[in-house]
């Protein structure tokens, strides 16, 4: 039986009640055989290519946001973006294209599971993740992202992306080891046909970078820090910036407000904490220059501590959390997947709105890092929060 995986579930805002296309539709040479997710922007299927009876992910942009010019101008970004990308570590798109009005993109199938996925699977069975597989998911996260941070258009320039949404949900793992990064949905690149306004805020408040929370400018840099994010937490299994609202989490994000992995985990080893530590500086200038510099820190770590970076650990650890397995579904929205490091509330002086122009898209308290930042809210007015540190 296929999988059911979580790794394709799309991160927007849920929008309840929005028709999802009838399963055995046909889109292209592909038919539909079940809906894996339904998010606020698209919805993914497994679907069967009719010719050869291979699975894909399909990735629909729902007909809500067909009318709308910039859903429509970001989804055709991703297939653009996506078509121009070759890695073994990055989700390969198929077949972009549209059907009676139906856009859909075509893509990789993972037989496996997301990293959100993961870290449940392992809570349910109280396993551990061996810092030798953390650290080789990571490691090979790296080199896919890097592959995108350097390429360049058919013409020569390169295309400055960022994916900006680097996050437990956007990294799969394969039952065979594989490790892909996936949903480019909220890209940056130079041939993007939609502009994302200055102070606008994309992405996982969980995961944003500083200057993302703020609504700066990015760079390549943005995805070092989630990287730094997702490593800490498959590593220490808990949450790096809590809050109890998506703004007090951005507000820790900006203030460098986390548990040392070192104060979160006894035995913690110290060169991986280092890593992780440098990745999440606050300042871009003092973060690992590039995804490739944070892949060669992370060969050095394990290197000091006898690590074999590769498929080998991955696949060991997929097949300890689910050898009985015939079908590994979604974790549980409310189950909780990572703990909150135990620390000291501080009372933290915040300014009473975030700088001008800045859009706390769809600001919701959600109690995980999945809702992304999109709509029009006002952030709440706040003088003097309490947050853990």
Known sequence: MQNRSAGWLVEEAMSPGQPALPLQTRLGSYELVRLLAQGGMAD???ARQLATGEHRAVKVLNQACAHDAEARAM?????RLLGMLRHDHLAAVHEANSDSGVHYLAMEYVDGADLRGLLAAAERQDAAISYEAAVSIIAAAARGLDHAHRRCSPDGQPLHLVHRDVSLSNIMVGRDGSVKVVDFGIATATISSHETSPGVVRGKTSYMSPEQ??????????????LGIVLYELTTRRRCFVGN???ERMLAVVHGNYTRP???VEGFPVELAAVIERALALDPAERFASAAALFEALEHAA????WTLGAEAITATMQALYADATEIVAADDTEPVLRSARVEPTVVAIPRRFPRGTDCSAIAAADYDDEPT???RSAPRLGRIRHAA
């Open 374 to 376: 999109r709509g029009r």
């Open 213 to 226: 929370c703020l609504g700066d400018a990015v760079d390549l840099r943005t995805d070092v820090f989630a």
């Open 303 to 306: 290197a000091v501590h006898g």
């Open 245 to 247: 609202s998506d703004f």
């Open 75 to 79: 989804f055709h970004d991703e297939a």
């Open 44 to 46: 993914v299927y497994l």
């Open 262 to 264: 070192t104060e979160a």
